[in-house]
C-alpha cells in the first residue's frame, strides 16, 4: 500500500490486442522527527515506479495528471533487460492491481474551470488588474 502524488504525466501505452498501460513514478514522503535525544531525521522521499493495466491504466489516461495524490495497492515486480551494448538493467516496479485518486475533484486548474454567470457579479467580487474577477465572497463554491 502506497499513498504519495504522481511526479510525471503517466506514460499510456496501448500493447497487443488494443490493452491499455500507464506508467508513472510516485513519491512516498516520511516525516522528519526528532529523536529523544535532539538529533534531528530528516524528512525522506522515495520514489517508486508504477506500472498499471487494462482498466485501471484506462482510468489514470483519463483523470490522473502530475501532482496528482493516489492510494496504490499492488505487488512488487523486479524484470530486467538487455540494451543494443550489452548492458543488462534493473528495474523494480509496484504492478497495481487497486487505486483511490485522492486529490479533490476542482483542486487541479484544469478542474477548477470558470463557471459561466447569466447574471451580473455580486458586489463582493473585486476586479483584479488582469480584468479577471476574483470571487471574494465566503459562500462555498458548490
Given amino acids: 500500500m502506497l499513498i504519495g502524488n504522481v511526479g510525471k504525466e503517466p506514460v499510456i501505452r496501448y500493447v497487443e ?3 491499455c498501460t500507464a ?3 510516485l513519491a ?3 516525516r522528519g522527527y526528532t529523536l529523544p535525544g535532539g538529533t534531528q531525521v530528516p524528512e525522506r522521499t522515495e520514489w517508486h515506479n508504477i506500472l498499471m493495466w487494462r482498466g485501471l491504466a484506462e482510468t489514470v489516461e483519463k483523470y490522473v495528471h502530475k501532482g496528482d495524490k493516489l492510494y496504490i495497492e499492488g505487488e512488487i515486480r523486479t524484470r530486467n533487460w538487455t540494451d543494443k551494448k550489452g548492458t543488462v ?3 523494480t516496479e509496484v504492478w497495481a492491481k ?3 485518486m485522492l486529490t479533490p475533484k476542482g483542486s487541479r486548474p484544469a478542474d477548477a474551470a470558470p463557471q459561466q454567470q447569466e447574471s451580473a457579479p455580486e458586489a463582493s467580487n473585486t476586479e ?15
Fill in 17 to 19: 490486442a488494443g490493452v
Fill in 23 to 25: 506508467a508513472f513514478p
Fill in 28 to 30: 512516498t514522503t516520511t
Fill in 89 to 91: 538493467h534493473y528495474i
Fill in 98 to 100: 487497486e487505486m483511490e
Fill in 128 to 142: 483584479t488588474t488582469s480584468g479577471a474577477t476574483a470571487d471574494t465572497s465566503t459562500e462555498l463554491p458548490f
